[in-house]
């Protein structure tokens, strides 16, 4: 059973575009992460929203953590081929801290 | 380099071998965690400790597998008799922090089982 729903699981988009990840599920998380990551390396760190409605910038990604903690989404404005990448969402069990991964979007990014 | 290390970066094996993967933490983190992760999945959980005890074991870990954490420090996990399917992303991350859940991950351990 999949706890954590991505979509869209592929996007090709150009350069410049906007973009948006979702991150959708049936249970309720104390925290949710976004990871990035690249071919043969682990899932590098890009934010953490801990309360419900939150809203983190980091530079041109907007991530949302919804009111009832239980979906999320990543927002990009203006593409680049950098952010080019396997982006990951994962909730947080309190009581162990353990991560429950979606199954990712791969994002292309082309000039 | 003060992040979360993994040893071997690739590992291959010949089915049936016995094979150990190190992880070494970020020096702070008492919360260490084992994932694994196949071609085109999110990692799954496997395992975690908090300092030496392992505290919980997912049920994908069958009894081929076993972690180990002796100090608190470092970990390693073997898998016995290895099988094809076994093949994946070995993944560690450390944690310091219950309360937010963000864990750093280390870049990875590849097995591939022929």
């Keep these: 059973t999949q706890l954590l729903e991505q979509s869209p699981q592929f996007l090709s988009i150009q350069e410049g575009e906007n973009l948006t990840v979702y991150c959708n599920s049936s249970s309720v998380f104390s925290s949710l992460q976004w990871y990035r990551q690249e071919p043969g390396e682990g899932p590098v760190l890009l934010v953490t929203v801990v309360t419900g409605g939150e809203v983190k910038k980091l530079k041109r990604l907007t991530f949302q953590f919804g009111d009832a903690r239980k979906d999320s989404s990543l927002h990009i404005t203006a593409a680049q081929p950098g952010d080019t990448g396997l982006y990951l969402c994962a909730g947080a069990r309190s009581n162990t801290g353990k991560l429950i991964f979606g199954q990712g979007t791969t994002l292309q990014v082309k000039p | ?114």
């Design chain 2, 1 to 114: 380099d003060t992040g979360v290390s993994q040893d071997p970066r690739h590992k291959i094996t010949k089915r049936g071998q016995n094979v150990t993967f190190r992880c070494d933490p970020i020096s702070e983190h008492n919360r260490l965690y084992w994932y694994r992760q196949t071609l085109g999945q999110g990692p799954e959980f496997l395992t975690y400790f908090q300092n030496e005890a392992q505290l919980e074991k997912s049920r994908l870990l069958s009894d081929r597998f076993s972690a180990e954490r002796p100090k608190g420090s470092f970990s390693t996990l073997e898998i016995q008799r290895t099988e094809q399917g076994d093949s994946a992303m070995y993944l560690c991350a450390s944690s310091s922090s219950l309360l937010t859940g963000e864990q750093y991950f280390g870049p990875g351990t590849r097995l591939t089982v022929t």
